[in-house]
């Protein structure tokens, strides 16, 4: 558990299909679609930790354990200022504790298994629930292994 202060996730976002196994494609495309300039920015903008380029998403509609409908998926930075240019979204998050849990193994299947396990068997058997607001990732490919990673799946969470 990791108490954080107010911060904004800057970044470009789309909204996509939910999709709890293999790669999903809209998302690789967002990725894509980022330009040098947008690069640029967040780069300059990201002062908090963690300092990576995180997966965040927000805003799911329906019932996001179904796998129904789409949420918005925001690749980007967290950071504490407020000065954005009109070339990234800006999300602002409040203060929480947020629950941490790494992961480490063949990429994507080891942060699907870890989201997938995070809320069947860890949030039910905790003093904790997930608050309505973006969750995020980030991970880190392995320079030396194929499709292997190690990733941090960041939940914000309240004692019930």
């Known amino acids: 558990m990791k108490k954080k202060p107010a911060f904004n996730l800057v970044g470009v976002s789309k ?4 999709q ?3 790669v999903n494609n809209e998302i690789v495309k967002l ?3 980022i330009t040098d300039e947008q690069k640029e920015e967040m ?3 990201q002062n908090i930790e963690p300092y990576e380029i995180v997966n965040a998403s927000y805003d799911a509609d329906a019932n996001f354990l179904k796998e129904e409908g789409d949420l918005t998926h925001l690749i980007g930075v967290l950071t504490t200022k407020n000065q ?3 070339r990234l979204e800006k999300v602002p998050v409040e203060a929480y504790t947020w629950a941490i849990f790494p992961n480490e193994g063949p990429f994507p299947s080891t942060l699907q298994e870890t989201m997938a396990k995070t809320y069947s068997e860890w ?3 905790s003093d904790y629930e997930v608050i309505n607001a973006p969750a995020f990732s980030f991970t880190k490919m392995d320079k030396h292994k194929k499709d292997y ?12």
């Open 84 to 86: 954005v240019s009109d």
């Open 43 to 45: 780069k300059s903008l």
């Open 149 to 160: 990673a190690y990733s941090e799946v960041w939940l914000p969470v309240r004692k019930k």
């Open 31 to 33: 990725a894509e679609s």
């Open 15 to 18: 909204r996509v299909p939910m």
């Open 20 to 22: 709890f196994e293999g």
């Open 123 to 125: 949030l039910p058997s």
